[in-house]
């Protein structure tokens, strides 16, 4: 059974830095690329970041690029979000999605929660 | 950015037929995805490449469309499927996704 499990978030205050993970399971994490999608309360989503199968290609959403970085793990099973500078307006439930080829995400974590605050 | 534009919210009773419509400002080609989620849980796929069944989804929902115009149909409804529909693209570099249909049963 394919399971994505996200950690590290919390309360932060405004331009300070987090840093979340993703431990995979059920499947060969480094066939696959990854995402962070995110979902302000009561909101739609949003694509973060990407990162291919062996890190070779990686891209941001404008709204994030200079301040986040993703990076992975093979060896471990796990995908990172380092978040720097971070604003009020990166407030929500944070998603790792396995991606498949197409661009389709077939495969989510439960999410894990950024508040930034003072 | 492709910009996906979905009706808010649509009220339908059991049994019945629904059409959730997604409208993308540029054409996508087939590669747009359907998505459920429900209240307090991560989105889960529905539908792939406009008319492709996920695995494991019951064979009453559907898709159709290509370019700029596309629909999921879910027919009959259950119960069940309360829950909000986002579309998403993926033909256009950012990823985006539709602003969600709430799916309320009468």
């Known amino acids: 059974e394919v399971q994505l499990v996200e950690s590290g978030g919390g309360l932060v205050q405004p331009g300070r830095s987090l840093k979340l993970s993703c431990v995979a399971s059920?499947?060969?994490?480094?066939?696959?690329?990854m995402n962070w999608i995110r979902q302000a309360p009561g909101k739609g989503l949003e694509w973060v970041a990407y990162?291919?199968?062996?890190?070779?290609?990686?891209y941001y959403a404008e709204t994030v690029k200079g301040r986040f970085t993703i990076s992975r793990d093979n060896a471990k099973n796990t995908l990172y979000l380092q978040m720097t500078s971070l604003r009020s307006e990166d407030t929500a439930l944070y998603y790792c999605a396995r991606q498949r080829y197409g661009g389709l995400f077939d495969y989510w974590g439960q999410g894990v929660m950024v508040t930034v605050s003072s | 950015d492709t910009v996906l534009t979905q009706s808010p919210a649509l009220a339908v009773s059991p049994g019945e037929r629904v059409s959730i419509s997604c409208r993308a400002s540029?054409?996508?080609?087939?590669?747009m995805h359907w998505y459920q989620q429900k209240p307090g849980q991560q989105p889960k796929l529905l539908i792939y490449?406009?008319?492709n069944l996920a695995s494991g989804v019951p064979a009453r929902f559907s898709g159709s469309g290509s370019g700029t115009d596309f629909t999921l149909t879910i027919d009959p409804v259950e119960a069940d499927d309360t829950a909000t529909y986002f579309c998403q693209q993926s033909w256009n570099d950012p990823r985006t996704f539709g602003g969600g249909t709430k799916l309320e049963l009468k």
């Open positions: 990162i291919s199968s062996g890190s070779s290609y990686i």
């Open positions: 540029e054409g996508v080609n087939s590669y």
């Open positions: 490449k406009a008319s």
């Open positions: 059920g499947f060969t994490f480094s066939n696959y690329g």
